[in-house]
């Protein structure tokens, strides 16, 4: 269930949490776009690092207003351009609801259905 909370609750949420920094992908150049007045980032990244030996495929900085989205799998291969999109979605919806100051315990499966639902809208062509 969604509640309202206070924007200053929100922490960077993603598919993992982040340790430390990971270089910019040289391949794929930052965006940035504008979500209820304030400007987002969007970075593209080799790999996004986490405490254990896990993968971590997008995290969402509400602080800083940056979405950070790996573009490497664990062993340094690339990962495929629908995997990215779909990525880029699910961390937009994060952004979204994290503007908005909805937040949920565990709002991951909400996260991830609209992502998706996103996604295929604008494969679709029914959202331009």
Known sequence: ???LVDKTDLKSVGYCSRVGSS???PTM????????GSEWTIQ???VIP??????CFGLTDYVGRVISIATKDRDGNPLPKSELRLTKGHEMMHAILGTGCYSATNDEPLVEWLGRC??????????K
């Open 1 to 3: 269930m969604l509640k």
């Open 23 to 25: 270089p910019t992908s």
């Open 44 to 46: 593209y990244v080799d």
């Open 118 to 127: 996103i996604t295929s809208l604008l494969d679709q062509k029914v959202l």
């Open 29 to 36: 150049k930052d965006e940035k776009f504008n979500l209820f």
């Open 50 to 55: 986490r405490e254990d030996d896990g993968f």
